[in-house]
């Protein structure tokens, strides 16, 4: 029986493919003796190639702007590690947050995991930072300096001469600078868009961590892009590599529609399409472009591989070969193994089901976990080794520390307030002012009523209030000096 490409399990209704399972014994991009076969893909364009351009330019934008975009005066998103602080579309988590932050990832993950279910690998194609960096804007630059693939095979057959020294030169330098922008953007989301001008303006001496986090990530970038590219997904993208278990005969896919395709033959210029069938002959005139133009050096006609990151670009350049030749465009497509090969609609099945009932727990979960988070976080704890202070008034004294988190970035006053109780909480000084995400730590005293305490150990409840608003509230131990 037959395998489907797709899940490389047996296939129940899998047709009859022209044999060339040979592609699963060897990479594209390593040849016989195992070395690195370099990949010179085609100039792409066309529809889906525009589309994913303007995409691309879109997420370009927000992702040179994002460390400096600020929602309620925080940034869009900062994974600052040293300090623990996190900022996700503009909601700010401290360490505290863990299980909120824990059971965000693991929504997140199970997104992706249904997502790619259903779709394939859309993010690979249209979203993934690597895909769009490494295709529109260094191949781009690529394709500027070295011309398109014929052009960059004779440039490095031929010998090294001023022409291709100076584009070698050139090529390399602009592909530097882009890496440094690229490092400085990653360390602005790591330490802040702050701390990343202070250390572009300041005497370097104050910043030699930073300026060799921004060498190091610079190196790491222009190693990628100029050198070790598609091998990237391949290799060390594990998401690339979960694709065998996370799609399945109905996630969509780039897919070659083989029962129309094959078998493959070259067409002379004046045969139509009813001589073709008339022959036996499928609609791919084995032009060889859908090979050429992929950046992963993979022949998509052999079925769905890993390689395969749906960059769409050999839809493109067989649906340009269909029109020129006046056969229906969509010989490649996005389309299912069981689309292709049994004629079948994209249908709900129980693994779908079950994902998207996790997915819509844990999602209501995060949601509830997020409106029920307080713009601060606050403890109020006994001072150890204080003893209760009975005050000339009469009034029974209990020493406290109160700690507070602001978690906005705006300034906040609070005060404390007894809660349902009489008495009052006192904090030296007045009102206690805490800066937009900083901690700030007081001493708190608070007096009871002699009336009011009835024994040793009594409980009372602490409010945190702002502008009247009450934040947060504690309860604690009020002790007596002497039962009463
Ligand atoms: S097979 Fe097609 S979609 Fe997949 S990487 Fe190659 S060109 Fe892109
Ligand atoms: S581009 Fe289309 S017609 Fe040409 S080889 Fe690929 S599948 Fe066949």
């Given at each position: 029986m037959e395998t489907s490409p797709a899940t490389g399990r047996a296939s129940k209704a899998a047709v009859h493919r022209?044999?060339?399972?040979?592609?699963?014994?060897?990479?594209?991009?390593?040849d016989a003796s195992g070395r690195r076969r370099w990949i010179y893909p085609r100039r792409p364009s066309g529809r889906l190639h525009a589309a994913r351009r303007l995409v691309s330019w879109i997420l370009l934008a927000v992702m040179v702007a994002g460390p400096w975009i600020r929602i309620s005066g925080n940034?869009?998103?900062?994974?600052?590690l040293v300090n623990r602080r996190f900022s996700i579309l503009g909601q700010v988590f401290w360490p505290h947050d863990t299980f909120i932050f824990a059971v965000a990832m693991l929504t997140g993950f199970l997104m992706i995991v249904l997502f790619t279910a259903v779709y394939g690998r859309v993010w690979c194609g249209w979203l993934c930072p690597q895909t769009v960096l490494m295709e529109m804007v260094f191949r781009k630059v690529e394709y500027w300096i070295e011309g398109d693939a014929p052009q960059q095979r004779r440039l490095t057959a031929a010998p090294w001469g001023f022409d291709k020294i100076r584009k070698r030169l050139t090529k390399h330098g602009i592909f530097f600078a882009i890496s440094f922008v690229v490092g400085n953007l990653l360390l602005a989301y790591i330490i802040g868009s702050e701390r990343l001008t202070a250390i572009v303006t300041e005497s370097p001496h104050e910043h030699l961590v930073g300026l060799s986090l921004m060498i190091l990530f610079t190196l790491v970038f222009y190693g990628i892009f100029a050198r070790f590219r598609e091998q990237a997904c391949t290799f060390i993208c594990p998401y690339g590599r979960f694709q065998s278990v996370l799609l399945d005969d109905h996630s969509i896919v780039v897919a070659y529609d083989e029962r129309r395709g094959d078998p493959r033959a070259r067409r002379s210029r004046s045969e139509s399409h009813d001589e073709r069938k008339n022959r036996g002959?499928?609609?791919?005139?084995?032009?060889h472009l859908c090979v050429d133009v992929c950046p992963t050096g993979i022949d998509i006609r052999n079925g769905?591989?890993?390689?395969?990151?749906?960059?769409?670009a050999c839809i493109d350049a067989c649906d340009q070969v269909m029109d020129r030749v006046g056969f229906d465009t969509g010989?490649?497509?996005?389309?299912s193994r069981a689309g292709i090969?049994?004629?079948?609609?994209l249908t709900i099945t129980p693994r779908l089901v079950g994902y998207s009932t996790a997915l819509l727990i844990l999602a209501s979960f995060l949601t509830f976990l997020l409106v029920s988070r307080t713009d601060v976080h606050a403890t109020f704890l006994r001072n150890p080794g204080t003893l209760s202070q009975t005050l000339p008034s009469g009034d029974v004294a209990n020493f406290y520390t109160v700690r507070v988190m602001n978690k906005t970035s705006d300034p906040l006053e609070v005060e404390l307030r007894l809660i349902d109780h009489e008495g009052s909480v006192t904090l030296p000084g007045g009102h206690l002012m805490v800066a937009g995400r900083e901690i700030t730590e007081r001493p708190a005293i608070v007096t009871l009523p002699p009336?009011?305490?009835?024994?040793r150990e009594n409980k009372i409840s602490v409010g945190v209030y702002s502008e009247g608003e009450l934040l947060e509230s504690f309860d604690t131990n009020f002790f007596a000096p002497e039962d009463p």
């Open positions: 022209t044999p060339n399972d040979d592609f699963r014994d060897h990479l594209p991009t390593v940034p869009l998103l900062l994974f600052d002959t499928g609609d791919c005139v084995d032009c769905t591989q890993m390689e395969c990151v749906n960059c769409t010989l490649i497509r996005y389309a090969e049994r004629g079948e609609r009336g009011t305490v009835h024994s």
